[in-house]
């Protein structure tokens, strides 16, 4: 048995609200005993029949029983005392399923019903005491109609000219149906990583609505670019959020039994436990959205305040990216190409966390003859994997587990080895052993090229080795692309010109986000059809890369780091600050978005 969609308001329970069903009926019994008009007794009416003129015959006495009027008033005060029962359950009911105050809802709804039958009552003219009556419960009504559809999206308000319509073409089921019509409007299909589709059998009303948003929100999220699509499942406001960039935007509202449904049927299609909401679990699927194929991977975990379910959306072409498409100057470009031939040699790629490093380690690969190389990547998790390599999750936790896995693979002799994240200082030893007769291209966490230089040669504690194999050093952040069709151009001030070196360029104009969004004549928001309103699109990197030439490495075997960052600025390396200018002057983002970007933690 299907339950009514709560687009129609909460079903009416027989066992909701038993204290104001008893306290209405008694009432309302009361009001039909009151509604039938006393028989007058059979007799004479009165009068004298002499009391009468000649010609004129006095009336026949009155006879006992119920007039026509009297037989009117039971089933209009039925009907209205009916309705009474109806709303107040219903909105017993409706409380919990939009969330609304329960403790204070309901006895507003018992009293406006007792007040509306008392005006019917208490004035002694039935006929105005009615419409009073129909007029006190009917205002009074639409004040909770108000809040309740305040709280929730429109498909799912009542008392509205759709939801009127959806009366008129089918009632409870209208809602359900525009659900399917419209999730057959979008282009989402699931298919699993044993290539068999996946698919949501709803059960009931609000599992098909859940079916329906987690297409409709998994492919806004695709075409919106967000990076993960995330549902915050608690009883007091359920909602949906897109991570874009580094930004989190909410993305609605969600009514607790639809996102109930949305984290069970999500954790069905990743093929985890739909019932358990405290114990973290993942899972991963496929989808392709609209001709592009993305990579799913779901995580839930249950908080103290509810559950929270993540879908990370990776499109699987666009994480293809290839050296051209990093946003590497071309001298950089070319040095870094350079730098991945030399055999043996060694490129340390660093960054921060979440700043695209695993990315440009993955391009690196790429750009390597994977066909005739025997090339292998150690990562603390294999969430991509690039063709023709053998991707091995590694776990420097572990410590002699980790070692001992390295070493195991190193006996094989790979021609290129590729390392995300290295910190442990035992690999780290083995690693710069291997540089010493293959190709390396490692990454650290830091925040510039002399950090992560200070960094591995603090993991190794012997510069010399690290100096011989080296060949270049890059570090780089991720900075968001402003929209073209918002950004505002403006006139910078000329002395943050001359403190940013600027001024010698004669730059006239810079850009940045608009300060307000744009209305149109009638003072409405205007929806950017490019940004959505949210200032940027896309993001490119950043990067600052350090030459490694012969002189360098003998500052390096002396361990001079101090003084070689120096010596690279005269080869003409480029810091972050200044390679940020440089997309600020092209217009490709805004002063604030660099600074926020090359800030360190």
Same mark, same amino acid.
């Given at each position: 048995?299907?339950?009514?969609? @709560?687009?129609?308001?909460?079903?009416?329970?027989?066992?909701?609200?038993?204290?104001?069903?008893?306290?209405?009926?008694?009432?309302?019994?009361?009001?039909?005993?009151?509604?039938?008009?006393?028989?007058?007794?059979?007799?004479?009416?009165?009068?004298?029949?002499?009391?009468?003129?000649?010609?004129?015959?006095?009336?026949?006495?009155?006879?006992?029983?119920?007039?026509?009027?009297?037989?009117?008033?039971?089933?209009?005060?039925?009907?209205?005392?009916?309705?009474?029962?109806?709303?107040?359950?219903?909105?017993?009911?409706?409380?919990?399923?939009?969330?609304?105050?329960?403790?204070?809802?309901?006895?507003?709804?018992?009293?406006?019903?007792?007040?509306?039958?008392?005006?019917?009552?208490?004035?002694?003219?039935?006929?105005?005491?009615?419409?009073?009556?129909?007029?006190?419960?009917?205002?009074?009504?639409?004040?909770?109609?108000?809040?309740?559809?305040?709280?929730?999206?429109?498909?799912?308000?009542?008392?509205?000219?759709?939801?009127?319509?959806?009366?008129?073409?089918?009632?409870?089921?209208?809602?359900?149906?525009?659900?399917?019509?419209?999730?057959?409007?979008?282009?989402?299909?699931?298919?699993?990583?044993?290539?068999?589709?996946?698919?949501?059998?709803?059960?009931?009303?609000?599992?098909?609505?859940?079916?329906?948003?987690?297409?409709?929100?998994? *492919?806004?999220?695709?075409?919106?670019?967000?990076? =993960?699509?995330?549902?915050?499942?608690?009883?007091?406001?359920?909602?949906?959020?897109?991570?874009?960039?580094?930004?989190?935007?909410?993305?609605?509202?969600?009514?607790?039994?639809?996102?109930?449904?949305?984290?069970?049927?999500?954790?069905?299609?990743?093929?985890?436990?739909?019932?358990?909401?405290?114990?973290?679990?993942?899972?991963?699927?496929?989808?392709?959205?609209?001709?592009?194929?993305?990579?799913?991977?779901?995580?839930?975990?249950?908080?103290?305040?509810?559950?929270?379910?993540?879908?990370?959306?990776?499109?699987?072409?666009?994480?293809?990216?290839?050296? #051209?498409?990093?946003?590497?100057?071309?001298?950089?470009?070319?040095?870094?190409?350079?730098?991945?031939?030399?055999?043996?040699?060694?490129?340390?790629?660093?960054?921060?966390?979440?700043?695209?490093?695993?990315?440009?380690?993955?391009?690196?690969?790429?750009?390597? &003859?994977?066909?005739?190389?025997?090339?292998?990547?150690?990562?603390?998790?294999?969430?991509?994997?690039?063709?023709?390599?053998?991707?091995?999750?590694?776990?420097?936790?572990?410590?002699?587990? !980790?070692?001992?896995?390295?070493?195991?693979?190193?006996?094989?002799?790979? &021609?290129?080895?590729?390392?995300?994240?290295?910190?442990?200082?035992?690999? !780290?030893?083995?690693?710069?052993?291997?540089?010493?007769?293959?190709?390396?291209?490692?990454? =650290?966490?830091?925040?510039?090229?002399?950090?992560?230089?200070?960094?591995?040669?603090?993991?190794?504690?012997?510069?010399?080795?690290?100096?011989?194999?080296?060949?270049?050093?890059?570090?780089?952040?991720?900075?968001?692309?402003?929209?073209?069709?918002?950004?505002?151009?403006?006139?910078?001030?000329?002395?943050?010109?001359?403190?940013?070196?600027?001024?010698?360029?004669?730059?006239?104009?810079?850009?940045?986000?608009? !300060?307000?969004?744009?209305?149109?004549?009638?003072? *409405?928001?205007?929806?950017?059809?490019?940004?959505?309103? @949210?200032?940027?699109?896309?993001?490119?990197?950043?990067?600052?890369?350090?030459?490694?030439? *012969? #002189?360098?490495?003998?500052?390096?075997?002396?361990?001079?780091?101090?003084?070689?960052?120096?010596?690279?600025?005269?080869?003409?390396?480029?810091?972050?600050?200044?390679?940020?200018?440089?997309?600020?002057?092209?217009?490709?983002?805004?002063?604030?978005?660099?600074?926020?970007? =090359?800030?360190?933690?």
């Amino acid at each position: 048995m299907t339950r009514p969609s @709560q687009a129609e308001g909460a079903p009416l329970r027989r066992t909701g609200a038993p204290l104001a069903a008893a306290l209405v009926a008694a009432t309302a019994l009361a009001a039909l005993a009151t509604a039938l008009p006393a028989a007058e007794p059979a007799g004479d009416t009165g009068l004298d029949p002499a009391y009468y003129p000649t010609g004129i015959e006095a009336p026949a006495p009155a006879s006992g029983g119920i007039s026509l009027v009297g037989l009117l008033q039971v089933p209009l005060l039925a009907g209205f005392v009916a309705g009474v029962l109806y709303v107040v359950n219903w909105v017993f009911a409706d409380t919990r399923f939009v969330g609304a105050d329960r403790e204070r809802w309901s006895p507003y709804a018992i009293v406006l019903g007792l007040v509306s039958l008392a005006a019917v009552l208490l004035v002694p003219w039935f006929y105005v005491g009615l419409p009073l009556g129909l007029v006190v419960f009917g205002g009074g009504a639409l004040v909770y109609v108000g809040h309740r559809n305040a709280k929730v999206t429109a498909p799912l308000r009542v008392m509205t000219a759709a939801h009127l319509a959806r009366l008129g073409r089918g009632g409870k089921g209208a809602a359900a149906k525009e659900a399917r019509e419209g999730a057959a409007e979008l282009d989402v299909t699931f298919i699993g990583y044993d290539d068999i589709p996946r698919t949501i059998e709803a059960e009931d009303v609000h599992e098909d609505r859940a079916r329906y948003d987690i297409e409709r929100t998994v *492919q806004e999220g695709a075409v919106r670019g967000a990076s =993960i699509v995330g549902y915050l499942v608690r009883p007091q406001k359920s909602e949906v959020r897109y991570r874009i960039g580094s930004d989190m935007v909410a993305g609605g509202e969600l009514e607790l039994p639809v996102a109930e449904a949305i984290s069970r049927a999500v954790k069905r299609l990743a093929e985890l436990d739909p019932n358990e909401t405290r114990k973290p679990q993942e899972g991963r699927l496929r989808a392709v959205i609209a001709g592009r194929t993305y990579d799913l991977r779901i995580k839930t975990s249950g908080t103290v305040r509810g559950e929270q379910v993540a879908i990370r959306l990776r499109d699987m072409a666009a994480t293809q990216f290839r050296i #051209e498409d990093l946003g590497l100057t071309e001298d950089q470009a070319v040095a870094l190409r350079d730098a991945l031939q030399q055999r043996p040699g060694l490129v340390l790629l660093s960054g921060p966390k979440n700043s695209g490093v695993t990315t440009t380690l993955h391009a690196c690969l790429r750009h390597l &003859d994977r066909y005739i190389n025997n090339v292998i990547a150690f990562e603390p998790k294999v969430d991509l994997t690039v063709e023709n390599v053998e991707h091995i999750p590694l776990d420097q936790e572990d410590g002699p587990v !980790a070692v001992s896995e390295v070493r195991s693979r190193l006996r094989h002799e790979p &021609d290129v080895v590729g390392f995300d994240s290295l910190y442990d200082v035992d690999v !780290a030893h083995m690693l710069a052993e291997a540089a010493q007769e293959r190709s390396l291209v490692l990454t =650290i966490r830091a925040g510039d090229t002399s950090q992560a230089l200070s960094r591995l040669a603090a993991l190794l504690g012997d510069t010399s080795r690290l100096a011989q194999a080296l060949q270049v050093v890059l570090t780089q952040r991720l900075v968001r692309l402003l929209c073209p069709e918002c950004k505002e151009a403006y006139r910078p001030n000329p002395e943050f010109l001359r403190k940013a070196n600027l001024a010698a360029q004669a730059v006239d104009t810079l850009y940045r986000p608009p !300060a307000r969004p744009k209305v149109n004549e009638d003072g *409405q928001v205007v929806v950017c059809p490019k940004c959505r309103n @949210q200032r940027y699109v896309g993001r490119t990197g950043l990067f600052e890369l350090m030459p490694i030439d *012969q #002189e360098a490495r003998d500052m390096i075997a002396r361990g001079a780091l101090a003084d070689l960052r120096t010596y690279c600025r005269k080869l003409g390396m480029r810091n972050l600050q200044e390679e940020g200018l440089r997309l600020v002057t092209d217009g490709q983002t805004s002063v604030e978005e660099v600074l926020r970007a =090359i800030k360190v933690d």
